[in-house]
């Protein structure tokens, strides 16, 4: 194959699945939220892990918007803004989390290209300025009045400039696919830095201080050190890993929307008075480890049936 040929074949791109989603990080992962939104049963699970099947794939960037952990990896399909209106139509439904990204990008306006709003695109609209006003922002304007696109009139200096704007835009368009992947810019959470969309609950009666947790959170939510055990739920969409893998069931999540609140727990020094080893824990008044915890129930279960 010559370069020619190579560069050509970088311009198309196929939407794929990274190795950062959960269900490739562990076979306990029950994330489907891919599967859930795609209307066109492209996503199957094989061997417990997602596949996009290319031929009925359309690319409509639905299970891109889905994904907690920005795994779907491809090219969001751009939307017309003009003047901060967002144009719209009952075919090609925007979701709530682009929605509220393009806010942050300056969206303050809805037009719709339709006579009338199917519900489909108004539940859209009022989940998202729903959200908005949780969020402390003013909630996004409908209107079904066609954006005006006046006739400009340009200096030379602002020719030139705008040459050189569309100059690089077509650059842009003439890249690798890979190099123009946008999927990571629909992680809601890197546009609301004071609020958090999930609140994280550990059971102290139970968690262990595995640290399974803070091994397998791709967003650091977590962090166990010597003298602390901290939740910093800022960076979390609920992909639900640490609810699904942590041993002792100790983690639940709820989606919503809060003020930002880290937690910290504060994590005991203990001898073992069975064993006499040291260990650690997060309750203060725990005197054994945990292997003997779980070794004395373990006897105390046989000695029962026996």
Not at 198 to 203: D, E, K, L, R, V
Not at 286 to 303: A, N
Request: hydrophobic share 35%; aromatic share 8%; glycine share 2%.
């Amino acid at each position: 194959m010559g370069l020619l040929d190579k560069w050509v074949e970088s311009l198309d791109y196929q939407y794929e699945v990274l190795p950062s989603c959960t269900r490739n990080k562990s076979p306990r992962s029950t994330c489907q939220s891919c599967l859930d939104v795609c209307e066109h049963d492209a996503i199957t699970l094989e061997n417990n892990h997602p596949f996009i099947q290319k031929e009925k794939c359309i690319e409509c960037g639905n299970c891109i918007a889905a994904c907690p952990v920005q795994a779907v990896a491809g090219i969001f399909p751009q939307r017309s803004v003009i003047d901060h209106k967002l144009l719209v139509s009952n075919e090609h439904v925007p979701t709530v989390k682009e929605m509220l990204v393009l806010y942050k990008q300056g969206v303050r306006e809805i037009v719709s290209e339709d006579p009338s709003l199917t519900g489909s695109l108004l539940n859209v609209i009022e989940e998202a300025n729903s959200i908005l006003i949780q969020l402390g922002e003013d909630a996004l304007k409908v209107s079904n009045k066609a954006i005006e696109k006046t006739e400009e009139v340009y200096s030379r200096r602002e020719l030139f400039s705008l040459w050189k704007k569309e100059g690089k835009s077509l650059i842009k368009q003439a890249a690798p696919a890979k190099w123009r992947f946008n999927h990571k810019h629909l992680d809601v959470t890197k546009y609301y830095h004071n609020y958090q969309f999930t609140n994280i609950s550990i059971n102290l009666d139970t968690c262990t201080l595995c640290k399974a947790c803070e091994i397998l959170c791709d967003k650091k939510c977590f962090s166990i050190t010597g003298t602390s055990f901290s939740i910093a739920a800022q960076a979390c969409f609920s992909c639900r890993l640490c609810e699904d893998i942590c041993p002792e069931n100790a983690i639940r999540l709820e989606k919503r929307i809060s003020a930002v609140k880290d937690i910290h727990y504060p994590i005991y020094k203990k001898q073992c008075c069975t064993c006499q080893k040291p260990f650690e824990t997060i309750r203060e008044n725990e005197e054994q480890c945990v292997s003997c915890t779980k070794r004395k129930g373990f006897l105390s279960s046989y000695e029962s049936m026996v």
